[in-house]
């Protein structure tokens, strides 16, 4: 089993800037892709980005391209999600997901197996 926890949500300006965190725990060496998905009220979740579990490269959605960077800190177990020129229209629930099959970097929520609690990112416009 995977547990993941994710932290940093909060509330900001529109064009300001949060840093989420991914904090796993559990069978990690299992990890292969960890995503980043968002859901706004009385929308569907959707993709935000992926990485590979110990390496740099990630995929990310059209919609904050050029705005959401991942990182991660394997030696802490931790996947970040920095979101710069934040917008009104990224407010939303944001998760974490770990996949522990081949590592592709999944957009499709079914292709995840573990999932955290969510922390809510509020941007005022």
């Known amino acids: 089993q995977v547990q993941l926890a994710e932290s940093g949500g909060g509330l900001v300006q529109a064009g300001g800037s949060l840093r989420l965190s991914c904090a796993a725990s559990?069978?990690?060496?299992?990890?292969?892709?960890i995503g980043w998905f968002r859901q706004a009220p009385g929308k569907e979740r959707e993709f935000v980005g992926a990485i590979g579990w110990l390496g740099s490269m990630a995929s990310y959605s059209e919609s904050v391209r050029g705005r959401f960077t991942i990182s991660g800190d394997y030696a802490e177990n931790t996947v970040y999600l920095q979101m710069n020129s934040l917008k009104a229209e990224d407010t939303a629930v944001y998760y974490c997901?770990?996949?522990?099959?081949?590592?592709?970097?999944?957009?499709?929520?079914?292709?995840?197996?573990?999932w955290g609690q969510g922390t809510q990112a509020t941007v005022s416009s």
């Open positions: 997901a770990a996949a522990v099959g081949p590592t592709v970097l999944h957009i499709r929520s079914s292709d995840y197996e573990f």
């Open positions: 559990g069978r990690t060496n299992s990890i292969k892709v």
